[in-house]
């Protein structure tokens, strides 16, 4: 399968013919190419966008919904097929493809389709001075989006929905390690009637095509979410060219686990939280803290389930575990757990690739719970982003709550308990964007979506979006 980039409505080579290699994680092999897209197609991205632009900014609020409407009514109705491709290329098992990744891509273009109608501009009376002031929320022009690859179509249509919703048109990079998806949306795009222009999708590395779109100097705002280096290194090449950041990058998530809550619900999320898409979710719970009373208890009932989870072939419906995104990631997800062994924390199960008949050359490693004794470790404080947990007891809130904190990182936190003093308490102090309480994962589209620390900079979600996408400017009229 031939990817190709999008640009003005139509699929294009590369202009330099430059091409990489797109492997399939369940069995290790080739079976397609993409484009890796250098400056010259970038520079003819920008030109299409900045020619749709004048027009799409002034096309209408109704007009901008009913086309992002549609587009998520043809991602519904193309649910199969995208779920299978998005299968293939990323490794997730089949059913999490169908049930969360697609569905959720679709939901962003009607929410964004819909906020878009809702999002007021705030209007201020100067009393005295017999002034008024109404601020006008206009789009940035051209903007870039770039996504990774742990949840393909659903973070890079996070960015897209609300770009183009709020009159923006975009240069957009998925992942090269998980383009399919990214490319199936062009011709949904076309579709519905997204005119030529507005969307742009080039394919290709980060170090040529990404680095492309940041250090171009008519982009004027950058939608990132990968990790926290590569962010970095966005922040500092963006900086000189007072580029608008949305940064959302890597996170060390503590997940804290008090005795009076409902054990049952905390164990079956506590493993959802840990091995869902194989641990490759930035909002993974992967540091575990369970509160003395009842460690034994729940290091016996963990290591029990997630030793029954089935690691298998991602087609199969019953596999919980599908394969790691590709060679390279498995290979430091191995390493972290050797780095564990070192530093003689107790690999209570897991830790081993696995071998599926027919498929030996997939990147399949078994769910792992390390049990730590300090939290100071590195399997503690770094993201490892696979199947791999720790697990260690504590005492008090005050030990948990020091321990929770002293990462680089602050995406988010969970908290089982159902002590409200203590949830508040907790709740207000934690260093972390997004902390769910007796819950995990659970979205509402209209809440800021962000982290805190190393784990970036700007708010995702909601208005915060069409904030980010709009360039606030306030008029001040004298009568
Ligand atoms: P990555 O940083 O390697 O790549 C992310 C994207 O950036 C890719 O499209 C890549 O090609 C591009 N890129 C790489 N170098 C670039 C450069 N110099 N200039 C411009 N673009 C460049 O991240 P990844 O390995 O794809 O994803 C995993 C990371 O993403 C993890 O750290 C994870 O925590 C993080 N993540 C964060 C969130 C969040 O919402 N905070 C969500 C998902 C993943």
């Known amino acids: 399968?031939?990817?190709?980039?999008?640009?003005?409505?139509?699929?294009?080579?590369?202009?330099?013919?430059?091409?990489?290699?797109?492997?399939?994680?369940?069995?290790?092999?080739?079976?397609?190419?993409l484009p890796n897209s250098d400056?010259?197609?970038?520079?003819?991205?920008?030109?299409?966008?900045?020619?749709?632009?004048?027009?799409?900014?002034?096309?209408?609020?109704?007009?901008?919904?009913?086309?992002?409407?549609?587009?998520?009514?043809?991602?519904e109705a193309n649910l199969q097929r995208?779920?299978?491709?998005?299968?293939?290329?990323?490794?997730?098992?089949?059913?999490?493809?169908?049930a969360v990744d697609i569905p959720r891509a679709a939901s962003n273009f009607r929410f964004f389709g819909n906020a878009i109608t809702q999002f007021a501009s705030e209007s201020h009376e100067s009393i005295g001075l017999k002034a008024i002031n109404y601020t006008l929320r206009q789009p940035i022009g051209v903007v870039g989006c770039i996504s990774p690859w742990n949840l393909p179509l659903y973070l890079f249509t996070w960015k897209i929905a609300p770009a183009i919703a709020a009159g923006n048109c975009v240069i957009a990079k998925p992942s090269e390690v998980t383009p399919m998806t990214a490319y199936l949306l062009g011709e949904i795009c076309n579709e519905a009637g997204l005119p030529k222009g507005v969307l742009n999708?080039?394919?290709?590395?980060?170090?040529?095509?990404?680095?492309?779109?940041?250090?171009?100097?008519?982009?004027?705002?950058?939608?990132?979410?990968?990790?926290?280096?590569?962010?970095?290194?966005?922040?500092?090449?963006?900086a000189p060219m007072f580029k608008k950041l949305s940064l959302e990058l890597?996170?060390?998530?503590?997940?804290?686990?008090?005795?009076?809550?409902?054990?049952?619900?905390?164990?079956?999320?506590?493993?959802?939280?840990?091995?869902?898409?194989?641990?490759?979710?930035?909002?993974?719970?992967?540091?575990?803290?369970?509160?003395?009373?009842?460690?034994?208890?729940?290091k016996k009932d963990f290591v029990t389930k997630v030793k029954a989870l089935k690691v298998g072939h991602p087609s199969e419906h019953d596999t919980n575990i599908g394969a790691l995104v590709s060679k390279a990631h498995l290979e430091k997800v191995k390493d972290y757990?050797?780095?564990?062994?070192?530093?003689?924390?107790?690999?209570?199960?897991?830790?081993?690739?696995?071998?599926?008949?027919?498929?030996?050359?997939?990147?399949?490693?078994?769910?792992?719970?390390?049990e730590v004794k300090n939290d100071e470790c590195r399997?503690?404080?770094?993201?490892?982003?696979?199947?791999?947990?720790?697990?260690?007891?504590?005492?008090?809130?005050?030990?948990?709550?020091?321990?929770?904190?002293?990462?680089?990182?602050?995406?988010?936190?969970?908290?089982?308990?159902?002590?409200?003093?203590?949830?508040?308490?907790?709740?207000?102090?934690?260093?972390?964007?997004?902390?769910w309480v007796n819950t995990w994962m659970l979205r509402d589209l209209r809440t800021p979506f962000g982290g805190v620390k190393a784990s970036g900079?700007?708010?995702?979600?909601?208005?915060?979006?069409?904030?980010?996408?709009?360039e606030a400017k306030n008029v001040c009229i004298k009568y």
Not at 45 to 74: D, G, V
Not at 404 to 410: P, R, T
Request: net charge negative; aromatic share 10%.
């Open 379 to 435: 399997v503690n404080q770094e993201e490892i982003f696979g199947p791999v947990v720790t697990i260690m007891p504590f005492k008090t809130e005050e030990a948990v709550l020091e321990m929770a904190n002293k990462v680089k990182y602050g995406l988010s936190a969970t908290l089982w308990t159902n002590d409200l003093k203590r949830t508040m308490s907790m709740s207000n102090q934690l260093q972390a964007g997004i902390v």
């Open 39 to 75: 400056k010259t197609d970038v520079e003819k991205a920008y030109n299409a966008a900045k020619t749709a632009f004048p027009m799409w900014s002034q096309t209408s609020l109704e007009e901008r919904s009913r086309i992002l409407i549609k587009i998520s009514e043809l991602l």
């Open 250 to 298: 890597g996170g060390k998530n503590p997940n804290i686990i008090f005795a009076d809550c409902d054990y049952e619900d905390m164990l079956d999320t506590t493993v959802r939280s840990s091995f869902a898409n194989q641990g490759q979710i930035c909002l993974c719970g992967s540091r575990i803290f369970i509160e003395d009373a009842i460690y034994d208890r729940f």
């Open 82 to 98: 995208f779920a299978e491709a998005e299968s293939k290329d990323n490794g997730k098992p089949i059913s999490l493809a169908k």
């Open 457 to 470: 900079i700007g708010r995702e979600g909601g208005f915060e979006a069409l904030r980010f996408f709009t």
């Open 1 to 33: 399968m031939t990817i190709k980039n999008y640009i003005n409505g139509e699929f294009h080579n590369p202009i330099k013919n430059n091409w990489i290699d797109n492997y399939c994680p369940a069995n290790g092999e080739v079976y397609g190419q």
């Open 201 to 238: 999708i080039v394919h290709g590395l980060g170090t040529t095509t990404g680095q492309a779109i940041i250090a171009h100097e008519d982009i004027k705002a950058i939608s990132f979410t990968g990790g926290t280096a590569t962010g970095a290194h966005i922040a500092k090449v963006a």
């Open 337 to 370: 757990i050797a780095i564990a062994k070192e530093e003689h924390a107790m690999v209570l199960c897991g830790g081993n690739e696995v071998t599926i008949k027919g498929y030996e050359n997939g990147y399949y490693l078994e769910p792992t719970v390390i």
